[in-house]
């Protein structure tokens, strides 16, 4: 019997459970309609897990400690912009987003962090539902952390230690991986409710590295997998889950991008259009595709994951956020523009 962990499933099985109970429900005469409702709730939190995976939506929710350059703008902008350098320019900066699904308007909010801390990296990734459907699911959260390496004279980070936690009221499930690069070694621990469930281990190949989702995205927008350029794709190992062991991101020609802006009727504006092919076992979609529409700075703007779960779709947009503290300082009149 495989005990693999596969935390992508533990996250995305959920919906499919709800989605079946209320399509249950549905068939039964008398049903009291709240009971519906509450179902279509419960299937939204399921996708919570989901909003890992599309570009980083989420940071821890605590003050920020840092003295930071600048603001990020609306438009995924800021002074003093870099297309690739030292990786730990990125230290500070906060990612903020809102994110839609189904019905529900703001029906969650996630942020994306980077920072320093001894001597050591760490990014961290969370989501938690508010408003009215906070209420409805004991304001789930979902909480990744990676702990990096800095390597190759500063331009890139290895994940060192990937954390992923869900909490629902009072009970925690936790996926927690150590990579050790000397003993070439992978291994992984799932907790339920504070008790080791599954412990496995495996082999990683030579000059491999297994990037978390946090770690490809900063090494993304650093060049690691080579220029950002139009029409170029880009194929990542990342940590094995289910099918997944490989993540291919393209970023779409001119001419695509526009045939796809009319079908939208997207505004014309200086962005790149990017689609990440993943498995379609992990997200239960027809093709496994997300769509991301990104900043000339290589920020995450808007993220469209296209009828998850035959629920509709999930919708996530950038709200603001700050930049990292290496960036320099350039006032101008338009900054926050």
Do not use: C
């Not at 495989?2 to 996250?11: E, P, Q, S």
């Not at 840092?66 to 002074?79: D, P």
């Not at 209420?135 to 990096?148: E, Q, V």
């Amino acid at each position: 019997m495989d005990h693999r962990v596969n935390f992508h499933r533990l996250i995305l099985d959920e919906p499919i459970f709800f989605f079946k109970q209320f399509m249950h429900l549905q068939g039964k005469k008398g049903q009291a309609t709240h009971t519906h409702k509450k179902l279509k709730l419960l299937i939204f939190m399921g996708s919570m897990g989901l909003l890992a995976l599309l570009s980083p939506l989420s940071a821890e929710i605590i003050s920020d400690p840092f003295q930071n350059s600048g603001l990020i703008n609306a438009n995924g902008e800021y002074t003093g912009f870099i297309p690739k350098g030292d990786i730990r320019r990125f230290n500070g900066e906060i990612l903020s987003y809102d994110v839609d699904f189904l019905f529900f308007d703001n029906a969650a909010s996630a942020k994306v962090r980077f920072y320093e801390n001894n001597g050591r990296y760490f990014s961290t990734l969370a989501a938690e539902t508010k408003g009215i459907v906070g209420f409805f699911t004991d304001y789930r959260k979902h909480y990744y952390k990676s702990s990096f390496d800095i390597i190759d004279n500063g331009q890139r980070v290895r994940t060192l230690k990937f954390e992923r936690k869900v909490i629902n009221g009072d009970y925690e499930e936790r996926t927690t991986h150590y990579l050790d690069y000397q003993t070439q070694t992978h291994s992984w621990f799932l907790f339920k409710g504070g008790d080791l469930d599954t412990r496995e281990t495996e082999y990683i190949p030579d000059d491999v590295f297994f990037d978390d989702i946090l770690a490809m995205f900063y090494n993304f927008r650093n060049g690691v997998y080579g220029p950002l350029t139009k029409g170029k794709s880009y194929r990542v190992d990342t940590i094995p889950d289910q099918s997944m062991k490989h993540i291919t991101t393209r970023i779409e020609t001119l001419q695509e991008e526009e045939k796809f802006r009319k079908e939208t009727e997207r505004p014309k504006k200086d962005e790149l259009l990017l689609r990440v092919k993943i498995p379609k076992d992990v997200f239960k979609t027809e093709n496994g595709e997300l769509i991301f529409w990104a900043s000339p700075h290589y920020i995450p703007l808007e993220t469209t994951v296209k009828d998850y779960v035959l629920l509709g779709d999930l919708h996530a947009r950038l709200t603001g956020g700050i930049a990292g503290k290496l960036a320099p300082v350039v006032q101008t009149k338009n900054q926050d523009k």
